[in-house]
């Protein structure tokens, strides 16, 4: 059976890729739970200090899986997609954003919805000029419910924030970069290389240092 994430280690950089390209990495709970078992393992190895999260193929991810919603027999008439998906989704979000490494979301291309929760719970985000970026909760009658409404503001402000959601307009990698969202935007060609320079960086200093300055920085920007 194909695995739902594929891991790959160089030196100190974890590389995390979401591997259901022919579902566009679509969010399932399978997904999720291989997801959490590798941040619980990666956040535990003392030996790495940078965790890059990606996906494989045309998409960061697209989102959660309809159709596995739907075979589940999900209710989702009240707008939500399942307090299981729900649990294991903001666990998974926990781990990245309380995790003593570095987090760097690697958008190579679609992102929306879920994806894009997923996404921004990493400490930088960087992102392929070609990629398309959206929320479209509003357009398929979902709620938020994995901490979209709390972080989206804190990249771009919460009058941009509202303007996205409830247009469910998407945009490109220029223009998220351009609203904030990522730190750059690059031809997809180019990301790969830039985001792996940033990770070797960040990896050749105090692990230490990254683990209080993220505390501090969390704790700032919850004032």
Same mark, same amino acid.
């Given at each position: 059976?194909?695995? /739902?994430?594929?891991? /790959?280690?160089? *030196? ?12 566009? /990495? ?16 990666? &956040? ?11 996906? $494989? ?12 919603? @739907?075979? /589940? ?11 299981? =998906? *729900?649990?294991?989704? &903001?666990?998974?979000?926990?781990? =990245? ?19 894009? @929760?997923?996404?921004?719970?990493? !400490? =930088? ?5 070609? $990629? +398309? ?28 924030? +509202? @303007?996205?959601?409830?247009?469910? +307009? ?6 998220? $970069? ?22 070797? +960086? ?5 692990? &230490? ?5 993220? !505390?501090?920085?969390?704790? $700032?920007?919850?004032?």
């Amino acid at each position: 059976m194909t695995q /739902n994430i594929i891991i /790959n280690i160089n *030196d100190k950089v974890a590389e995390i890729i979401l591997n259901r390209p022919e579902r566009m /990495n679509a969010i399932t709970i399978e997904l999720l739970k291989e997801l959490k078992d590798a941040l619980l393992s990666i &956040n535990k190895d003392e030996s790495l200090s940078v965790i890059i999260v990606t996906g $494989a193929g045309k998409a960061f991810s697209a989102g959660v899986d309809l159709r596995q919603l @739907e075979a /589940n027999g999900t209710d989702v008439s009240s707008g939500g997609v399942g307090k299981e =998906l *729900d649990k294991h989704a &903001n666990e998974v979000i926990k781990l =990245l954003e309380e995790s003593p490494k570095a987090i760097i979301s690697k958008i190579n291309g679609f992102c929306f919805t879920g994806g894009l @929760e997923l996404a921004l719970a990493a !400490d =930088l985000i960087y992102i392929a000029n070609e $990629a +398309k970026l959206g929320d479209t909760h509003a357009i398929l009658g979902f709620r938020p419910s994995w901490g979209l409404t709390q972080r989206l503001p804190k990249y771009i402000g919460i009058a941009r924030a +509202k @303007e996205l959601s409830f247009t469910a +307009k998407t945009i490109s990698g220029i223009q998220a $970069a351009e609203y904030g969202i990522a730190l750059e935007s690059l031809p997809r060609e180019e990301l790969d290389s830039r985001v792996n320079e940033i990770a070797i +960086k960040i990896s050749k200093n105090s692990p &230490n240092s990254i683990r209080a300055y993220k !505390d501090l920085y969390s704790a $700032a920007s919850n004032k």
